[in-house]
């Protein structure tokens, strides 16, 4: 994950930092986006191997002609089967990021990305993605590594850097003054036969998943969305709400 997440939760709500707070996930904060695992868009046709079962493969995905490129690894690259970097990175840096800012139970309610135009089915490299939460929180995705002097988080009060850094005088001083964050079960087979609440769970799951999929959303749509975080639906978007449930091929359904 790159970040200590539990004493930064302890930061959050000791609030030391103020509010609203902007967290800032970059290469600069600890975190690559790997644009490396961007699509190709130049794919030809060609034979399937003798030894894959390419529609079942596919699965639900709409059947595109066979390529190398579209199996093994790089699957990634492809809006069909998952969003580059941000697809397959994105849980494992946001997940935490929402447990730190105390948002398992709601979703961002303004999304907004700066990114060059994207294909239809090769996911490319992108520039910026904003969130903001109905509280004024942010997000802050940096594709670019721009802002050179980013803290991972801040708020008007100070800033917290990588490396638990921060332009706080005596912070690890004053937080020892304040409680630890409730405990969670991090065993899950613990969990399992205790019927515990895991740490990551189904609740916090969905809502990790859901940040993700807000920005890819708004890389393939360029525009600002705004979204209803309870009924997790899009504001008068008929286009980017397509996005949460698109068709499904052949025999697959839910």
Known sequence: MGIEAKPIKKLVMS?????PLKVTVS???GFNWKHNWSGRT??????????????MWLGPAPYKPYHPHR?????RGYWDYDGGGLGDMGQHYLDPVQYILGKDNESPVQIEADTQPQHHDAVLPWREIRMKYADGTQIILDGENRYKEAAFIEGPNGKLFKGFKSDIPDLEKR??????????????????KERKKFALNEVNGHRSCTIVNLAKIALRTRRRLKFDSDKQRFINDD????????????????
């Open 175 to 192: 937080l020892a003054e304040f409680p630890e964050p409730e405990p969670q079960v991090t065993d899950f087979i613990e969990a399992v």
């Open 15 to 19: 609030g030391i930092l103020g509010g």
């Open 42 to 55: 130049d794919l030809t046709k060609q034979p399937v191997p003798k030894n894959l079962d390419y529609d």
């Open 27 to 29: 290469g600069v904060t």
């Open 71 to 75: 199996v093994h690894g790089t699957f």
């Open 239 to 254: 286009e980017a709400n397509g996005y949460i449930k698109q068709p499904m091929r052949g025999p697959w359904k839910v």
